[in-house]
């Protein structure tokens, strides 16, 4: 594609933000339009000085541009959108435009799964960034859905043959209902967990499971999959793939086989066994049993596609996370704050598993926000009780915009908190983030930890609790 002018319509998403800095790498010129733009992606765009205009308006389609991508989260009678069509302006999708402009040619290593998939490619891309140092080849090229922090970005382009991309399941865009991911061809694919998720485009697990089944379908032959062995679901999934399948995690028979998992001064150190024989010994700065998984699947694929295991291992050890997953925010008068994406029950609690085992001690709040189209939800009342009883003190915000859900389908927060309260533990709901901070900030005492978990900006609570903890803090000296 010859260079041109192309506008993107929400444009602060998560990929959406480095799709843009992919086809600015390519000498496009890059607009952009969103109704909020919030960190981190508002900060790379920045950076990039990548122009966002805000809100929604005809006024930024013009003069007309080349081309059109439109984010999945835009939907009919957007502004944007229908300037679009009326004036029929060029458009595509997210996906469909990485597979025709950067896919092709290349090998396609695709990371899915409904949890674990953005820290999974990340590791993913820092093995093979590592590992590029002596074999050039392998410099990787990757769009991933958040900040990869060995990178300070959420995308790369190099000359090198592997891309590595995250597959999301999430629909294309309004005029392509079907998953993001069936536009990678993955040469080869990591299949992290399959559980219901994105209620509001899947109808019940089986839907969610298809999805998974139809891109284990599109690895051909001579290509490899590597997917977790302790779910049900995930066999079900890669059980007739016609190319090579191994399998990661715990089990006694697992291709790459986990032992001797554990936690000490700051690393989580495990012995992987592959096909019954040792391997390798791994250490990663982070914790959490889901974070040892999620890197030797990472691990595991690599190996697979002739990295080194010398590789494998110093990336693994100097990895430093993705923002926004277990980010520690701020740390004030003996208060860590700490910054997570997690906004599903499994991911909620393996959360709050691995602060425990980060922060052992500690009295441990959890402040959630029901912020995703799923969690908005009531399809996981029990499921979300069970998760955030991991904390001591949990507290509840109300459910982000709720007047858009059908009422019969809404999450009702105030039976989660009835839940905790009838287990035992002290749970509370709070109108807003201004409610939370007011109410918690006096609260709070010196070595606690505070997991704040949300998908979007939670009206500032990152910057809002820190600040009220400062404040607290001169007015008592």
Sequence with gaps: MQNKHIH???ICGTAMASLAGLLQLKGHHVTGSDDAAYPPMSDLLSSLRIPVAEPFSEENLKPHPDLVIIGN?????????EYVLDQRIPFTSLAALMHHEFLRGRESLVVAGTHGKT????????IYEVASRQQPELAPSFLIGGVAENFGASFQLR??????IEG???DTAFFDKGPKFMHYFPDALILTHVEFDHADIYRDLDQVKTAFKRLVNLVPRRGRIVAYDGAANVSECVAR???KVERYGFAPDATWRITDLHFAEGQTRWKVQHEGMPFAELALNMAGEHNALNATAAAALAAGQGVSLAAIQEALITFQSVKRRLEVRAVVDGITIIDDFAHHPTAVRETLRALRTAYPGSRLWAVLEPRSNTLRRNVFERELVESLSLADRIVLSGVYRQESIPEQERLHPETVVAGLRQSGKEAVLLANADAIVQAIAPELRSGDVVAILSNGGFEGIYDKLPQALENKALVRS
């Design 8 to 10: 993107l319509i929400g």
């Design 241 to 243: 793939a016609f190319c």
């Design 73 to 81: 989260a835009i939907s009919r009678g957007n502004v944007e959108l």
């Design 119 to 126: 820290t999974t490619t990340s590791m993913l891309a820092w």
């Design 159 to 164: 000359e090198g043959r592997p891309f590595i």
């Design 168 to 170: 999301d399941e999430y």
